[in-house]
């Protein structure tokens, strides 16, 4: 296989293996996206080996082969490194694969996973939660397609950590991982790579570096915001090296352990130091936003604000002009609570658009089937088949080549896409902070509402056509996922989804996703909250929100 990095170093430690005694903590589940927790929960002594071992126990068959591993920069990810390293060697992998630094973004572990065909990555990030001494952290374990272990894998490990009683791990010193090179420990190999060079080379690969460069040439203007996160040296190589932005456009691009004090999470509202550059007559004509780990993103034209789900079917629409998927889209894929407005375009593509629940895992299947070539998610997430997670950083570039393509506003394309599709009205309202009984007796209530929910019942103008709590048959392996949100929908084709989030590491999340669809174009130009303020009031009625929770307003609106 080519190496596209050169390993200078070579140098060899013959470290003594060693059981560890140990209990099993409870909790160990993971969520939506692998294990999160507060810090101060990992730095518990044996919490991290008790469920990396439960990792390596749930699998079968890595001895001797390659494991990936790299994180978000966040604090902790390095000594956890070095702490999964020792109980990789202890554990018989012939070869770890570490980010230089220990970095690496989630969407170029998924790279270096498929392409150097590794058995699998442990990918440590607790993603947008913010970081720190009293932040969050995350260990996540992806499979051999690059992607996040499916439920029967996350079940399995669950099921170790509540039966582990001791862990291996080898005694000796750290590895420094600051110089590209390759360390013997002892029957183990530990390579330390470039976290850049696999994932740029393969986004020339997929787009038309050419005309993107030749778009910046012309005078073109771009602001990212990489958020003091993980995508900072990517977008850096990327966007102004490679592509031709020009020195600048990348902000907040060195990764910091806390991300500056910030909430790395790309949206409206914690974005809001992008938003307010991009509010200008003098504004940069395109703006992008990623994540702590760097599988989000938020695309902005000037003035102009594309909601996750817009991007994924404007993207859709415009595949055919972009390298990679020029030949065709297999299928589309979205999760539940996206808006519909992917749907349309398969429609007319005459391809078919997956429904799944909540989370990236869902997608795995579909990918790998060829059932899917895109895929995205409300929560601004959006990806394709080139590898097995969301890919912020990848739409900013798909973006680029549209608008290197067509030489037209964002603000243009999108409006023209609203015209020929028609408008769906979006808008994610979350609860933060709710106390968990609070959010689950919301829930339990919202049930027994939902028993006496009736088909034709008129809330307004909304007429209901049908209410469940959303369940999923994987159409590849058929295994069937439950209780996958609280729906309910309109025979106007508007829709409100409340699910709790499956990623906090504290409190309950209440989120509810509002959505309607309108054809006349006149309406477009409607703001999303006045446009859906009906159906706001109308989930407030059916919930019970500001009773349950005392709140008369989102703690977050996207
Ligand atoms: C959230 C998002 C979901 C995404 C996940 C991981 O999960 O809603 O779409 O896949 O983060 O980034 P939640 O907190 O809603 O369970
Ligand atoms: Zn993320």
């Not at 994540?291 to 604000?305: E, H, P, Q, V």
């Not at 020929?420 to 933060?432: A, K, L, N, T």
Request: hydrophobic share 40%.
């Amino acid at each position: 296989m080519s190496k596209t990095y050169s390993l200078p170093i070579k140098k060899t430690f013959n470290p003594i293996r060693t059981q560890m005694k140990t209990t099993p903590f409870e909790g160990q589940k993971p969520g939506t996206s692998g294990l999160r927790k507060k810090v101060s929960v990992f730095q518990q002594p044996h919490y991290l080996e008790n469920f990396v071992q439960s990792i390596f126990d749930s699998l079968d068959g890595f001895q001797g082969k390659t494991l990936v591993v790299g994180g978000d920069g966040r604090y902790y990810n390095k000594t956890v490194t070095q702490t999964i390293l020792k109980m990789a060697a202890a554990n018989g992998f012939g070869r770890v694969l570490v980010g230089q630094n220990a970095l690496l973004s989630t969407p170029a572990a998924s790279v270096v996973i498929r392409k150097h065909q590794a058995f699998g990555g442990i990918i440590l990030s607790a993603s947008h939660n913010p970081g720190g001494p009293n932040g969050d952290f995350g260990v996540k374990y992806n499979i051999s397609n690059g992607g996040p272990a499916p439920e029967k894998v996350t079940e399995a490990i669950y099921e170790c950590t509540k039966k582990i009683t001791e862990y291996r791990i080898t005694e000796t010193a750290d590895i420094d991982l600051s110089q590209l090179g390759e360390i013997q420990l002892g029957e183990m190999k530990v390579e330390i790579i470039d976290p850049v060079a696999d994932y740029a080379a393969l986004m020339e690969q997929l787009f038309d570096f050419y005309k993107i460069n030749a778009l910046f040439q012309s005078g073109f203007t771009l602001c990212f915001d990489a958020m003091h996160a993980i995508t900072g040296p990517y977008a850096r190589v990327i966007l102004e090296e490679k592509l031709g932005a020009p020195a600048g456009s990348v902000i907040n691009g060195v990764p910091l352990e806390d991300f500056g004090g910030g909430h790395p999470d790309p949206n409206l509202t914690y974005a809001d130091d992008l938003v307010n550059i991009l509010s200008g007559n003098e504004a940069p004509q395109f703006g992008a936003a990623s994540d702590g780990d760097g599988d989000r993103n938020m695309i902005l034209g000037r003035r102009f604000f594309v909601t996750p789900s817009d991007s994924l079917a404007v993207l859709a629409a415009n595949a055919h002009l972009v390298p990679a998927y020029k030949d065709g889209l297999a299928g589309l894929a979205r999760s539940m609570p996206t808006s519909a407005a992917a749907d349309h375009v398969a429609k007319a593509l005459g391809i078919a658009c997956f429904e799944t629940p909540t989370g990236w895992k869902f997608f795995g299947n579909l990918l790998d089937a060829g059932k899917a070539t895109l895929c995205g998610e409300e929560s601004f997430g959006t990806g394709s088949n080139h590898i097995r997670e969301k890919d912020g950083l990848w739409a900013v570039i798909f973006w680029l080549n549209i608008l290197a393509e067509r030489q037209q506003s964002v603000e243009n394309i999108v409006r023209e896409h609203w015209a020929q599709y028609g408008r769906h009205f979006y808008s994610r309202h979350d609860y933060e902070g709710i106390e968990a009984k609070v959010a689950q007796d919301l829930m339990d209530n919202l049930s027994q509402t939902f028993n006496f929910l009736r088909k034709g019942q008129s809330f307004g103008t909304h007429v209901v056509e049908y209410r469940d709590n959303f369940s999923y048959t994987d159409p590849v392996d058929h295994s069937i996922s439950t209780n996958q949100g609280m729906r309910v929908g309109f025979e106007d084709g508007s829709r409100i989804i409340f699910r709790l989030s499956g990623t906090g590491t504290d409190a309950a999340t209440l989120r509810v996703y509002l959505e309607s669809f309108e054809e006349d174009t006149t309406q477009h130009g409607l703001d999303a909250q006045d446009a859906l303020a009906d159906l706001i009031a109308v989930a407030d009625l059916i919930a019970g929100i500001k009773k349950y929770t005392g709140r008369d307003k989102p703690s977050v609106i996207t």
